[in-house]
T-cell receptor, first 114, second 115 residues
Framework: GENVEQHPSTLSVQEGDSAVIKCTYS??????FPWYKQELGKRPQLIID?????GEKKDQRIAVTLNKTAKHFSLHITETQPEDSAVYFC?????????????FGQGTILTVHP | NAGVMQNPRHLVRRRGQEARLRCSPM?????VYWYRQLPEEGLKFMVY????????ESGMPKERFSAEFPKEGPSILRIQQVVRGDSAAYFC?????????????FGPGTRLTVL
């Protein structure tokens, strides 16, 4: 099965700074790479995803970059705001199929200080 | 378009009882996934179903746990003879049938507490 590691486990930044979270995976056939945000007691919410035919995707303050050779992808948040404080999970899908289970990382607790 | 629905939101059971968790996917979605989240941990895959079929149950414990997604009605995750270690948040997610639009959307979860 897929082995997923996420770093750092905690990240504390000042409002307006950038935050970067990195995720490494083991299955070279993985083809779908989402990032989820989970606030305390809430459901995971997709914030951005990327497929293996592109290297970077951006949506306003959030971007994801993918390095398939090195088997890692990263979440970049610019101009952080206090409401960005949450737990962030990477969740690559293994196996190269169009459907199937996601394997979640351990999570990164992001705290944005005003 | 209503999102993924789960009920109950909170469930309390005593050891040895049965727990039934329900998940109604988003309209037009025919793929359902169940994940379990222990406190302060990531989500762990349990089972993947399509209508009337279990596609992947590699994450399901071998005993006491079962899942179904009937032709009509919600998907059900059933836990028999619950133990304290089953206390967790159980999330279901759904995705559409069309390949390339395979994002999994999560429901609000059912928080199971076993006394």
């Amino acid at each position: 099965g897929e082995n997923v590691e996420q770093h750092p486990s905690t990240l504390s930044v000042q409002e307006g700074d950038s935050a970067v979270i990195k995720c490494t995976y083991s299955d070279s056939a993985s083809n779908y790479f989402p990032w989820y945000k989970q606030e305390l007691g809430k459901r995971p919410q997709l914030i951005i995803d990327i497929r293996s035919n592109v290297g970077e995707k951006k949506d306003q303050r959030i971007a994801v970059t993918l390095n398939k050779t090195a088997k890692h992808f990263s979440l970049h948040i610019t101009e952080t705001q206090p409401e960005d404080s949450a737990v962030y999970f990477c969740a690559p899908r293994e196996g190269g199929t169009s459907y199937g289970k996601l394997t979640f990382g351990q999570g990164t607790i992001l705290t944005v200080h005003p | 378009n209503a999102g993924v629905m789960q009920n109950p939101r909170h469930l309390v059971r005593r050891r040895g009882q049965e727990a039934r968790l329900r998940c109604s996917p988003m309209k037009g979605h025919s793929h359902v996934y169940w994940y379990r989240q222990l406190p302060e941990e990531g989500l762990k895959f349990m089972v993947y179903l399509q209508k009337e079929n279990i596609i992947d149950e590699s994450g399901m414990p071998k005993e006491r746990f079962s899942a179904e997604f009937p032709k009509e009605g919600p998907s059900i995750l059933r836990i028999q003879q619950v133990v304290r270690g089953d206390s967790a948040a159980y999330f279901c997610a759904s995705s559409p049938l069309v390949a390339g639009t395979d994002t999994q959307y999560f429901g609000p979860g059912t928080r199971l507490t076993v006394l």
